[in-house]
T-cell receptor, first 114, second 112 residues
Framework: NAGVTQTPKFQVLKTGQSMTLQCAQD?????MYWYRQDPGMGLRLIYY???????DKGEVPNGYNVSRLNKREFSLRLESAAPSQTSVYFC?????????????FGAGTRLSVL | AQSVAQPEDQVNVAEGNPLTVKCTYS??????LFWYVQYPNRGLQFLLK??????LVKGSYGFEAEFNKSQTSFHLKKPSALVSDSALYFC??????????FGAGTRLFVKA
C-alpha cells in the first residue's frame, strides 16, 4: 500500500525559480491538503481541497498555488521561490465523512531556497 | 481563534516509566482532537482521536489520551515508555471541518 506519495523528496532552488511539488494518494480519499513544517511552529496549512474540483486557502497561502488535477493528485506550485519558503512540505489526504478527518501523510519534501 | 498548545518542547523519561505529553486546546463547539507521531524523515502517523464518548481514548502502540473538558486538555499517556517511543508528537484539533490546527510538537526522549 503506497498511501500518499510525494515527489521529489529533496529540492534546492535559487531565489526566483519555480517548481511544482507533486502528491498522489491511492486511498480514494476526497480531501487533500498541503502543509509546511517549520521548527517550533508545527504544521501550517497552505491550501486544501475538500473534494475534486475545489481548492481553498489555508493559513499561509501567499506565494503558493495549487491544482487538484483529479481525485488522486494534488500539486503545489511555487511560482517565484523565496528563502522564506525553505521548509519541509507535507501532503495529506483524508475522508472526512468516514473517519472524522483523520489525515494520512506523505513522507515530505525538503525544500531549500538559496 | 482556534488553537492547540503543547507547553513542553521536550519531554525526557526513562524506559519503563510512565510518560505524559501535554496538550491544551481552544476549539469552538465540540472539539475533534488527535495525536500524531512523527519519526525522523517521515510523515506524521495517526495515533488516536477523540470525537465523542469516553474521556479515555486508547490508540496505537499502547498510547492513550484523556480528554478533560473542564481543563480543555487532551494529554497523551503511556504506562511504560519504550526507547522506540522516542519521536516528535503532535496534538491537533478542529471543529469537524476541513481545517485541523496542529500544535508545535513535543519531542519525546526515552532513555534506556
Amino acid at each position: 500500500n503506497a498511501g500518499v506519495t510525494q515527489t521529489p523528496k529533496f529540492q534546492v532552488l535559487k531565489t526566483g525559480q519555480s517548481m511544482t511539488l507533486q502528491c498522489a494518494q491511492d486511498m480514494n480519499h476526497n480531501s487533500m491538503y498541503w502543509y509546511r513544517q517549520d521548527p517550533g511552529m508545527g504544521l501550517r496549512l497552505i491550501y486544501y481541497s475538500a473534494s475534486e474540483g475545489t481548492t481553498d486557502k489555508g493559513e499561509v497561502p501567499n506565494g503558493y498555488n495549487v491544482s487538484r488535477l483529479n481525485k488522486r493528485e494534488f500539486s503545489l506550485r511555487l511560482e517565484s521561490a523565496a528563502p522564506s519558503q525553505t521548509s519541509v512540505y507535507f501532503c495529506a489526504s483524508s475522508e472526512p465523512q468516514l473517519a472524522k478527518n483523520i489525515q494520512y501523510f506523505g513522507a515530505g519534501t525538503r525544500l531549500s531556497v538559496l | 481563534a482556534q488553537s492547540v498548545a503543547q507547553p513542553e518542547d521536550q519531554v525526557n523519561v526513562a524506559e519503563g516509566n510512565p510518560l505524559t505529553v501535554k496538550c491544551t486546546y481552544s476549539v469552538s463547539g465540540n472539539p475533534y482532537l488527535f495525536w500524531y507521531v512523527q519519526y525522523p524523515n517521515r510523515g506524521l502517523q495517526f495515533l488516536l482521536k477523540y470525537i465523542t464518548g469516553d474521556n479515555l481514548v486508547k490508540g496505537s502502540y499502547g498510547f492513550e489520551a484523556e480528554f478533560n473538558k473542564s481543563q480543555t486538555s487532551f494529554h497523551l499517556k503511556k504506562p511504560s515508555a519504550l526507547v522506540s517511543d522516542s519521536a516528535l508528537y503532535f496534538c491537533a484539533g478542529g471543529a469537524g471541518g476541513f481545517k485541523t490546527i496542529f500544535g508545535a510538537g513535543t519531542r519525546l526522549f526515552v532513555k534506556a
